[in-house]
Nanobody
Framework: QVQLVESGGDLVQAGGSLRLSCAAS????????MGWYRQAPGKQRELVAV???????NYADSVKGRFTISRDNAKNTVYLQMDSLKPEDTAVYYC???????????????WGQGTQVTVSS
C-alpha cells in the first residue's frame, strides 16, 4: 500500500556530511508526519528528527545543530542533512511516515528498509 525507499547511507569520516533521502509512494490520501529513527548495534531504536505537516520540527538533543530535516510535500520526500558527523552517529537509519491511505479513516506508520550510516574516527 505504501512504500518508503531510502537512499544516501554511506561510510564517512568523522566531521563529514551525508544526506539521506526517503521517498514515499503508494495509495496515500495524506501524510501527517515524516521523519527518521536510527538504531545502533545493541541499542534501542531512537528518534532522530521529525517534521509534521504543519511545519513543526523536532530533533533529538544529540543531533541538534548538526542535522537538518526537510520535506518536499510535492514529492512526498523527506531529507536528512547530517553535518559534523560523529562516530556515535553510526547506525541504521530508518525513514518513517504517518500516513492515511486512500479509503481508510485513520493513520498508521510505515517504515523504510533502513540505510546504513557508518562514521569512522
Amino acid at each position: 500500500q505504501v512504500q518508503l525507499v531510502e537512499s544516501g547511507g554511506d561510510l564517512v569520516q568523522a566531521g563529514g556530511s551525508l544526506r539521506l533521502s526517503c521517498a514515499a509512494s503508494g495509495s496515500m490520501f495524506s501524510i501527517n508526519a515524516m521523519g527518521w529513527y536510527r538504531q545502533a548495534p545493541g541499542k534501542q531504536r531512537e528518534l532522530v528528527a521529525v517534521v509534521i505537516s504543519d511545519g513543526k520540527i523536532n530533533y533529538a538533543d544529540s543531533v541538534k545543530g548538526r542535522f537538518t530535516i526537510s520535506r518536499d510535500n510535492a514529492k512526498n520526500t523527506v531529507y536528512l542533512q547530517m553535518d559534523s558527523l560523529k562516530p556515535e552517529d553510526t547506525a541504521v537509519y530508518y525513514c518513517y511516515a504517518h500516513v492515511r491511505i486512500i479509503g481508510s479513516t485513520g493513520f498508521r506508520v510505515y517504515w523504510g528498509q533502513g540505510t546504513q550510516v557508518t562514521v569512522s574516527s
